[in-house]
């Protein structure tokens, strides 16, 4: 990833922060898309002790969670301590009374940097949180590090077509970055292997909102803190003539009334192998040569 695109994790930190008001009545997509995620659950195996919500947010897997694994604990991590007040409250009360539940972990810490034990949880998710960091291979290291022999890793992200006619409209506008950037599927697969983790999967599909005009789009995009917060980003806020720019180039766009955003949603999950033993029982290590004398 080049320097440009890097994200900058205070700016994003902060964004998310003053999101956390708004982001409930923005976030449309990614609710969607944590339900189609939680259905999917329902064709897994998995009798998790410990869940880890990895960009929990404002809590919205965590209902969804807390009822598929009914005698589960739960850690909701997030960056943004205002967005894990409000997932807080997501489990009301009396519903955890009823349920014999203990309230949700929360824990604000960064993905690319877990405050967990080894092989702590059973079932590491994380809904439309991966596009924000830095480094995937790390955070896909530290997600296998964290879950225990076994365990599933199950995300979404976005894939380099999200927001392609927003990043259109802006090209040409100047030099400076204005949408982040986003991998392959193919590539996040790899990422997968090479961090350990067995028989990946992956597929993707393309979710279309539409809007009345860009400032409606961006407006949304603010609401669930998504600014631009890459290192390349253009110097204090879009002046007028930019913006109107963008407006214009948009407008090319226009179908039956409304502009199109297209959101390109990677789905992926992944399991940290059992240890494999020989016919005796013991336990089979790799010895790979480093080089030769």
Same mark, same amino acid.
């Given at each position: 990833m080049s320097d440009e695109s890097l994200i900058v994790k205070r700016l994003a930190r902060r964004s998310f922060e003053r999101a956390a008001a708004t982001y409930d009545a923005a976030a449309v997509l990614q609710n969607e898309v944590c339900e189609r995620m939680l259905a999917r659950l329902e064709y897994v195996k998995l009798s998790p002790v410990m869940v880890l919500d990895a960009g929990a947010g404002t809590g919205n897997a965590l209902p969804g969670l807390m009822r598929r694994f009914p005698r589960t604990r739960v850690i909701a991590l997030d960056v943004a301590r205002a967005m894990l007040q409000r997932a807080g409250?997501?489990?009301?009360?009396? !519903?955890?009374?009823?349920?014999?539940?203990?309230?949700?972990?929360?824990?604000? =810490?960064d993905i690319e940097r877990l405050p967990l034990a080894e092989a702590c949880v059973d079932l590491a998710w994380s809904n439309l949180a991966l596009q924000w960091v830095n480094d995937p291979a790390r955070a896909f290291a530290e997600l296998r590090r964290v879950l225990a022999p076994g365990g599933l890793l199950m995300f979404s992200t976005f894939g380099p077509d999200t927001l392609g006619e927003l990043r259109a409209a802006y090209r040409g506008t100047d030099n400076r970055t204005h949408v982040n950037r986003f991998i392959d599927m193919h590539d996040i697969g790899d990422m997968l292997v090479h961090s350990g983790f067995a028989d990946p999967?992956?597929?993707? !599909?393309?979710?279309?909102?539409?809007? =009345?005009d860009?400032?409606?789009?961006m407006r949304d995009l603010k609401a669930i803190g998504a600014h631009n917060v890459t290192q390349g980003r253009p110097p204090g806020l879009s002046g007028k003539s930019r913006i109107a720019t963008v407006a214009r180039n948009y407008e090319a766009l226009r179908r039956e009334g409304?502009?199109?955003?297209?959101? !390109?949603?990677?789905?992926?999950? =992944?399991?940290?192998?059992l240890p494999r033993v020989s016919t005796t029982g013991r336990p089979v290590i790799d010895i790979k040569p480093t080089g030769q004398r």
């Open positions: 409250k997501r489990i009301a009360p009396w !519903e955890r009374l009823v349920l014999r539940r203990a309230a949700p972990v929360r824990l604000c =810490a999967v992956m597929d993707m !599909e393309r979710v279309t909102l539409t809007y =009345a860009v400032r409606e789009l409304r502009l199109p955003a297209t959101f !390109e949603v990677v789905y992926g999950h =992944a399991w940290k192998p």
